[in-house]
């Protein structure tokens, strides 16, 4: 008989404020995890951090440390990030770097911070990162250069970040979601647009939050204890199609 796998119970999440943050942050206190959010406003339950920041990023980390008595967190699961589309001739370097910072940069500084405390306590963690169906395939309706090449590093970044963690115990995955109903989704009020964007997508709606959120919890938790270094899609098949 296989030995029963304990879920997480301290998880922080990144981008709780809205979107599928928050309804991670939601679905894994509805399941009894103990949760601490991140988000660029404070909140009740979340605390404040500019993600690009390395400074404000350590910060925050101090107060998750203080939050819970010095025990590590067993996962994070990190979403906040920018959504910006525009032609790639018009795209300056300015809007590049910009997108970049969160998206990657910010990947990385949520990652490590989570990691060294993972680590540190010998018990290792899980780490699960936001990609999106941008990093593998183009949009000429929406083009966003920079976007899908901050999504592409996220990637790659996940795949990096589980060789060198897993000697740890530290699992390192990225989810990559579709085109998802949060406040993100720029289509929902272009009624042309939104019946485009759903004959690309076999399922034929949009996702929502709680769908991504549910498979973010599962690599959040020991039910993916032997998965580490993937990108899992959550698109309603459009990435097949």
Not at 44 to 54: M, N, Q, S, Y
Not at 215 to 225: K, Q, T
Request: some cysteine; charged content about 20%.
């Amino acid at each position: 008989m296989s030995a029963v796998v304990e879920a997480p119970r301290r998880l922080v999440v990144s981008g709780a404020g809205s979107g599928i943050g928050r309804a991670a942050a939601a679905l894994a206190r509805e399941r009894g995890w103990s949760v601490l959010g991140l988000d660029l406003t404070g909140a009740e339950g979340i605390i404040a951090c500019d993600i690009t920041d390395e400074e404000s990023v350590r910060r925050a980390f101090d107060r998750v440390d203080e939050a819970w008595g010095g025990a590590a967190p067993d996962a994070v699961v990190h979403c906040a990030g920018v959504y910006r589309f525009g032609p790639a001739v018009t795209t300056g370097a300015a809007a590049w770097d910009a997108v970049l910072a969160v998206n990657a940069r910010g990947s990385l500084l949520v990652a490590s911070a989570a990691a060294r405390r993972m680590i540190d306590s010998g018990r290792g963690g899980s780490v699960t990162l936001l990609s999106s169906i941008a990093a593998a395939r183009g949009d000429a309706g929406e083009p966003s250069a920079a976007y899908s090449a901050s999504k592409g590093a996220v990637e790659a970044l996940t795949r990096q970040l589980a060789v060198e963690w897993g000697p740890y115990g530290v699992r390192c995955n990225a989810v990559a979601p579709g085109v998802i109903d949060t406040p993100m989704t720029t289509v929902s009020g272009d009624p042309e647009a939104f019946e485009q964007v759903l004959r690309r997508i076999p399922a034929r709606r949009l996702g929502t939050a709680e769908e991504v959120a549910r498979v973010c919890l599962f690599l959040a938790s020991g039910e993916s204890a032997y998965v580490s270094g993937t990108v899992i899609a959550v698109d309603g098949g459009q990435s097949a199609s």
